[in-house]
């Protein structure tokens, strides 16, 4: 028997009414009806058991049965600072980071950052990290946030004790993965990379600069690596 259908709502009560995109995706496309349970989730950490008792117009309503044990967040914060990749690259990456487990994504553009970004694009990762976070069973949706300068981004992530910086031109590693603490914001560039003024910057405001290997990867394959090694050397994936 497959699991209920996951669904996020602002707030759970007693009494529940599925509106919008949640709405549309449960009667449209799952093609739910009166006496299916789901499962609901409030971005608090917790799930809660619903039944469907009604299908209106441009709402579904829901009986909030009782409260789930939910074990499948993760037990490390870790914040994901990616620079504004071109196409759909930045939602693969937010997809992935979602699935990993990070706390928090940061998109920014840099000097050498081709793409750019809009309300309706922010909109879109934020809906990405949704469907992620339904998909992998996660309780809580990663906050989604844009930031026009890299030195934002950085200051976003200010009181990280540990923040690593992926730079593919450094020539040794200023702190290894192997002994990264929790919580930890993680760097990653957009395709054209970073500056040399950049990297400067981020060491200024207390990151420490780390290199992926001998070989280039592509900015979206850095940013998911970096994030499944963190969160390995972390024990979230073992």
Known sequence: ????????????????????????????????????????????????????????????????????????????????????????KTELVVQKATELGVSRVGV????????????????????????????CLRTKTPAIDYFPTLKEALLSAAEYPVKLFACEFLMQNEGGMSAIEAPCALVVGSEGGFAEEEYAEAVALGYRGVTLGRRILRAETAAIAMVAVAAHALGELG
Request: net charge positive.
């Open 1 to 88: 028997m497959a699991a209920p259908k996951r669904f996020f709502v602002e707030r759970v009560t007693e009494e529940v009414a599925l509106a919008g995109d949640e709405f549309r995706h449960a009667k449209n496309v799952l093609r739910l009806t009166v006496g299916d349970e789901v499962t609901l989730l409030d971005g608090s950490g917790k799930a809660y058991s619903a039944v469907v008792t009604g299908v209106e117009k441009g709402r579904m309503l829901l009986h909030v049965v009782k409260e789930q044990t939910a074990s499948t967040e993760p037990m490390s914060e870790i914040c994901l600072l990616v620079g504004l990749l071109k196409g759909d």
């Open 108 to 135: 920014f553009s840099s000097k050498f950052c081709a793409a750019y970004m809009n309300e309706n694009k922010l909109e879109r990762l934020k809906k990405v990290a949704r469907e992620a976070a339904k998909q």
